[in-house]
């Protein structure tokens, strides 16, 4: 049994190999091949010679030139952004150097700063360093500064 499929595949492999052999040696396309090559070999180039205009550049600019639509934008240019809105004061930075104390009289408290190291009493609608007091509570004292139509707070805690 083994013996028949060995025998069927070698018939198949020389079958095979006889078909690439007659392929190889009997090629349509080699006929065409030669019959193109010796058309191919039979022509002969010719040359050709064309006249040349010469243009008249300096002419043809003016015109184009003179063409005011030539210079118009197809597209308008964009308007000009808005300018950035201008920057609020830095508020932190104003009360930076203050210091509020416990200490009080009535709705006034004890307010230590860099220029007066022993401190001033100042209450509601006061000012300090460009702050004005805007409210006075037990744990902290609230600065105001009106800005651009804008109240800006501040919250400095009471030690």
């Known amino acids: 049994m083994e013996r028949r499929y060995l025998i069927i595949v070698i018939a198949v492999l020389a079958v095979v190999a006889v078909a690439i052999g007659l392929r190889s040696a009997i090629n349509p396309y080699k006929a065409r091949q030669s019959a193109l090559e010796a058309d191919l070999a039979q022509i002969k180039p010719v040359e050709v010679k064309l006249q040349t205009q010469q243009a008249n550049f300096a002419r043809w600019k003016q015109a184009i030139g003179a063409k005011p639509t030539v210079w118009q934008e197809l597209i308008p240019a964009p308007p000009a952004p808005p300018p950035p809105p201008p920057k609020p004061p830095n ?12 200490q009080g009289i009535g709705d006034k408290v004890r307010i230590m700063s860099k220029e007066n190291p022993k401190g001033v009493f ?30 800006l707070t501040e919250t400095v805690q009471r030690e």
Do not use: C
């Open 122 to 151: 100042l209450g509601p609608g006061d000012s300090i360093n460009g702050m004005k007091i805007k409210e006075v509570t037990k744990t902290a004292v609230i600065f105001s500064l009106q800005w651009n139509d804008q109240e």
């Open 91 to 102: 508020t932190k930075e104003k009360i930076a150097g203050l210091k509020v104390t416990r």
